[in-house]
C-alpha cells in the first residue's frame, strides 16, 4: 500500500513521544503554509512516550512546573493550563503552581492536549495524521524521502525528522537467568512486577539514581514495609532538588575549559567556595547549565569519552536531582534504617526458589546475598546505535543512510540536527531531534534542550518550505 500525504510541503517524524509530539507543535504553530504532517508512532496517545506514560501518581517531572512550558515566549504557560486543568485530571496543584512538580503523566496530558490545540488552530490546508505503526526502512532522495511502515505502507514526504527517543538495552547477562522469576522487575515502571513485590522481605535496586526514586516512591506508595540495597558501580546517591540560588557566573570568568580534567578541576574549586560561604552545592549545576552545550561541542571525542567514562555518574546525580515529593519516600526509608546504598557491581544472578541469589563485587570483596525481588533501576540509556536491536535503527545503519557519532552515542549529524549519511554526506531533508543526538550535544534528552531543538528545526524546515510557497502563488 502506497499512502500520498496530499501536499507538496509534507513531513513525516518518526517518533511520537515529547521531542516528536514537540515538534508538530512548533510546526503547525508557525507555519504560513498549508503543511502536510505525519507521525508514526505506535502508542495509542501522543506526546508520552517511555517518561510520560507511567500513571503512577508518585512518578513527578524533576524540575518546577515553572520552567517547563512548552512555550519559552509564555514561561507560565504550563502553569496556568495546570490551574485550569489539573482538577479534572485528578491532580489537586498546590497554591505555588510554578513551584510544585506535577505528575509525569498529568505532563504528557498537557503536551498531548498542546498538540490537539496546534492541530486545531492550524493554518487552513493543514493536515495532521497520527498513523500507528513503527516505522521500518527509509530511503532518501535529493528531494524526496520514503518511508515505509512496519504494516507494509510507503509514505513519501519532504521532509523526515528522526524523534525516536531512548531505546532499552537487552537484558544483561546477569539478568538472563532471572528474567522470567516473579520477583525480578527488568523496570521500575513496570506495575505489575512492582505489585509482586510487596510482600518481600528486601529489595535489590541497580542504580541509584532518578528510576530508583521512582521505585522506591512506587513501593511505599503500595505499603511495602521491607528493605531496599542499592547499589551502583561508583556508589553516587541522588539528592532531591532545593531551592538553591545561582551564586556565581563562574565559567565566565575565565576561557571555558577543553578538557574533563580541567572543568572538573574548576568545579571542585567553585565547590569548595560555595561551602566555605555555607552556601548550597546545588547552585552549581544552575551556573553549569548554559555552557554545557560549548563544552561538549568544544571538546574532541578524546574528552567526550573520558567525561562520558570517568564524569558522567558525578554529573548525572549533580544535574538530575529528584522531585522533592518522590523523594521524601527515600528519605523516609533511610530514617527507618531500611534502604542502605554503597558502591557495588552486580556480577551474577540465580533463582533460588522463591528469591534471587545475587553475587555482588564490593570493595572488600565478593559477597552473596538472596533477595524477594530485584528491580533493574538503571533506566532506559541505551544510546549506542550500533548496540540497538531496533529493526528500523538497524535498517538506518545498515543502509548507510545514518553513521552512528563517534562517541558511541547516537548518530552522527550537523550541529544543526541535520543527519549525516556513513559516507559524510550532510541529508538536507533528514533531521533529528532529542536522544539520537547525545553525541553532538550531550544534554539532548532534557525538556529544555528538546524545546530549544524544536523551535530551532520547525524555523529550519519551514524556512525552506516557504519561499517555493510564495513563488508558486
Not at 136 to 157: D, K, M
Not at 201 to 208: A, T, V
Amino acid at each position: 500500500m502506497h499512502i500520498d500525504p496530499h501536499s507538496h510541503h509534507s513531513v513525516v517524524i518518526v517518533g511520537g513521544g515529547f521531542a516528536g509530539a514537540l515538534t508538530a507543535i512548533k510546526l503547525l504553530d508557525k507555519t504560513e503554509v498549508p503543511l502536510s504532517i505525519t507521525i508514526l508512532e505506535p502508542r495509542e496517545e501522543l506526546g508520552r512516550g517511555v517518561a510520560y506514560s507511567t500513571t503512577e501518581a508518585v512518578h513527578l517531572v524533576n524540575g518546577p512546573a515553572g520552567t517547563f512550558s512548552l512555550h519559552p515566549e509564555e514561561p507560565d504557560h504550563l502553569t496556568h493550563w495546570l490551574a485550569e486543568n489539573a482538577l479534572r485530571y485528578g491532580w489537586t496543584p498546590p497554591a505555588d503552581i510554578a513551584g510544585s512538580f506535577p505528575p509525569r503523566h498529568l505532563y504528557g496530558t498537557y503536551v498531548r492536549d498542546e498538540l490537539r490545540r496546534a492541530i486545531s488552530t492550524a493554518r487552513s490546508g493543514s493536515t495532521f495524521r497520527h498513523v500507528r505503526a513503527a516505522a521500518s526502512s527509509l530511503a532518501s532522495a535529493p528531494q524526496r524521502v520514503e518511508i515505509t511502515t512496519s504494516e507494509g505502507a510507503a509514505i513519501e514526504a519532504d521532509e523526515v525528522v528522526l524523534a525516536l527517543g531512548v531505546f532499552r538495552p537487552d537484558l544483561a547477562r546477569q539478568e538472563a537467568s532471572i528474567a522470567r522469576h516473579p520477583g525480578f522487575a527488568a523496570s521500575p515502571w513496570d506495575a505489575a512486577a512492582l505489585d509482586r513485590l510487596v510482600e518481600t522481605d528486601e529489595i535489590l535496586l541497580i542504580g541509584s539514581s532518578l528510576s530508583m526514586v521512582d521505585a522506591v516512591a512506587s513501593m511505599e506508595a503500595r505499603g511495602f514495609q521491607g528493605h531496599y540495597q542499592v547499589i551502583s558501580r561508583r556508589g553516587q546517591f541522588i539528592e532531591d532538588r532545593r531551592n538553591a540560588a545561582l551564586e556565581r557566573d563562574f565559567l565566565a570568568e575565565r576561557p571555558l575549559p577543553t578538557t574533563a580534567r580541567s572543568l572538573l578541576s574548576i568545579v571542585k574549586a567553585e565547590r569548595r567556595a560555595l561551602a566555605a560561604e555555607a552556601k548550597d552545592w546545588q547552585a552549581l549545576p544552575l551556573a553549569i547549565r548554559p555552557y554545557i552545550l560549548p563544552l561538549w561541542q568544544k571538546a574532541d571525542d578524546t574528552e567526550r569519552l573520558r567525561f562520558a567514562r570517568h564524569l558522567r555518574a558525578f554529573w548525572d546525580v549533580t544535574a538530575h536531582r529528584a522531585a522533592p515529593d518522590s523523594y521524601r519516600a527515600v528519605s523516609k526509608a533511610i530514617a527507618e534504617g531500611r534502604l542502605r546504598h554503597r558502591p557495588a557491581r552486580l556480577q551474577a544472578m540465580k533463582p533460588a526458589g522463591r528469591l534471587i541469589a545475587a553475587t555482588l563485587k564490593t570493595r572488600s570483596g565478593t559477597e552473596s546475598h538472596s533477595f524477594g525481588g530485584v528491580i533493574d533501576c538503571r533506566g532506559h540509556q541505551l544510546h549506542d546505535w550500533r548496540r540497538i536491536s531496533d529493526p528500523f535503527v538497524r535498517s538506518l545503519i545498515e543502509s548507510g543512510e545514518v553513521r552512528p557519532h563517534s562517541t558511541g552515542f547516537g548518530i552522527d549529524a550537523t550541529e544543526q540536527g541535520d543527519v549525516i549519511s556513513e559516507e559524510g554526506r550532510v541529508h538536507r531533508n533528514i533531521s533529528a531531534i532529542g536522544h539520537p543526538l547525545r553525541g553532538v550535544a550531550w544534554e539532548s534528552s532534557s525538556i529544555s534542550e528538546q524545546r530549544l531543538q524544536a523551535i530551532a528545526l520547525a524555523d529550519r524546515i519551514l524556512g525552506k518550505l516557504t519561499p517555493f510557497a510564495l513563488a508558486a502563488s
